[in-house]
């Protein structure tokens, strides 16, 4: 028997496979590079008050709107119109490929956070020539895709928060790079977006 598209995303096997992937992505990272020797994950770990406030709301933000989805998908909780559905699964899966790519263009200098004391390079190949953010996109769209899947008054507020917390982290990430690089990293700026595009 077949199903049409929008009765099988009804389903909360979609938003839940978008999920699994990104975060499959994630953990797989992170696991790989601690094999190495590497801690990805440095959130709060820096001693500037800015970045370690900014952090530790990011930090919830991220974890907030995870169980916020977790639970909507469980209750089914959902305004919006079963088309809706279809273009959130397209926008998360699109977000977990550009997340995806985003890790793989880093290789081992990709770092959860503002690192500390690692010296990591500065990563314009790949991705990263049409983005200088695009691991942060890939959480943007993955958001904003299992919200519109599940579209409600837990959702909403918290995946904006979420989507502005990053913004946040964006803009400290870019002040250390700047500081870190120099020139080098002034000259990519100039040529590339903060999100998607390239001048």
């Known amino acids: 028997m077949e199903y049409p598209v929008e009765e099988i995303l009804s389903y909360p096997l979609p938003a839940l496979f978008v ?7 994630y953990f797989a990272k992170m696991l790989a590079q601690k094999r190495r020797g590497i801690r990805t ?16 709301l990011m930090s919830i933000a991220t974890l907030g709107v995870v169980i ?7 209750f089914g909780w959902s305004c ?28 081992d200098s990709w770092r959860a956070g503002i690192p500390d004391q690692d010296r990591t390079e500065l990563v314009t190949s790949g991705i990263y020539q049409f983005s200088r953010n695009p691991a942060f996109l ?5 958001y904003i895709g299992v919200m519109l899947m599940y579209c ?3 959702t909403v507020p918290l ?20 500081e870190t690089f120099g020139a080098a990293y ?3 700026k100039r040529h590339t977006f903060r999100y998607l595009g390239r001048r």
């Open 41 to 56: 994950r440095q959130i709060g770990q820096r001693k500037e008050k800015s970045i370690h406030t900014v952090e530790l």
């Open 159 to 178: 995946t904006v928060f979420a989507i502005v917390m990053l913004h946040l982290q964006i803009s400290q990430e870019e002040r250390y790079l700047e």
């Open 19 to 25: 999920l699994a992937v990104f975060y499959g992505i």
């Open 80 to 107: 919006l119109a079963a088309k809706a559905r279809f273009t959130g699964f397209v926008t998360g899966m699109l977000g977990d490929l550009i997340f995806l790519l985003s890790v793989l263009s880093m290789k």
């Open 68 to 74: 916020a989805q977790l639970v909507s998908i469980a």
């Open 138 to 142: 890939g959480f943007d769209l993955m």
């Open 186 to 188: 002034r000259e990519y």
């Open 152 to 154: 409600n008054l837990l």
